[in-house]
């Protein structure tokens, strides 16, 4: 499986950056998983040589505009995401929007719109694992972000893919909203798989705390063999996960093959 990484808010000299996500999954019918805050992705994937043109199907993680704004820039895709992405949804301290800069029509119109709060099969090896239960008792229990209404948005629409591999899983979240454990537990449980290989992606954790040791004990527990934390994951964090795991440098215009 080659994960190609077009967006992210760090990059490898001769890419850009920006803070947002955006990955490409596959080698022959490529999947594009989220798509970062502009048209950056499509930037940064022509210095990659990938041709977007041929992808047929877009997977957007979350309504947030760091993951999903880049849709702006493309259409005639096949869209695949959670029904609540489309959330009217601000920063509880500010009150600035975090929640996508077009509307549920104007992405339908401009998309082949697939909702789904249930697992959805892209093809016989991946799947987007639709609403992720938060089932542990230490993620997801606080939220910095609030509803059009004022009430707490816990961005229940955060999703991840899963990739079943020949290693055991592969799991690729976009910000872990839901929290990166109960996302690997519950793409253990729609997959059938018992085998965890990699975890990559943000996990948006910002420090070396409680939660973070509890994340360490959950994959030191699953036998890890890879950890690729990037974006909403802070340095510090990145860093001390090395201490721990067989660690991947991700950044925009890194490519890996699993």
Request: aromatic content about 10%; charged content about 25%.
């Amino acid at each position: 499986m080659k994960i190609s990484i077009l967006v992210d808010n760090t990059a490898k000299e001769g890419f850009a950056h920006v803070h947002g996500f955006s990955a490409v999954l596959g080698s022959e019918k490529k999947i594009l998983f989220d798509l970062g805050p502009n048209g950056l992705f499509l930037e940064n994937a022509k210095k990659m040589n990938i041709d977007l043109s041929k992808i047929e199907t877009v997977v957007l993680s979350h309504g947030h505009w760091d993951h999903g704004d880049g849709l702006k820039s493309i259409f005639g895709k096949s869209l695949i995401t959670h029904p609540n992405s489309f959330a009217l949804r601000f920063r509880k301290e500010s009150k600035t929007p975090v929640g996508l800069g077009m509307s549920r029509d104007e992405i339908s119109a401009r998309f082949d719109l697939k909702e789904s709060k249930e697992p959805y099969w892209l093809n016989d090896k991946m799947v987007f694992l639709g609403e992720i239960p938060r089932k542990n008792n230490f993620e997801a229990l606080v939220t910095t972000f609030t509803l059009g209404d004022g009430s707490p948005d816990f961005v229940m629409d955060d999703s991840a893919v899963a990739i079943k591999s020949e290693k055991g899983l592969i799991v690729l979240s976009g910000c872990a909203h839901a929290g990166i454990c109960n996302t690997v537990s519950y793409a253990k449980e729609v997959c059938g798989e018992n085998k965890v290989y990699a975890v990559l992606g943000g996990f948006h954790l910002k420090k070396i705390d409680d939660v973070f040791q509890k994340t360490v004990a959950f994959f030191q527990k699953e036998k890890l063999e890879l950890l690729g934390a990037t974006h909403c994951t802070s340095f510090a964090v990145q860093d001390e996960f090395k201490k721990y795991f067989k660690t991947l440098n991700l950044e925009a215009g890194v490519e890996i093959d699993l």
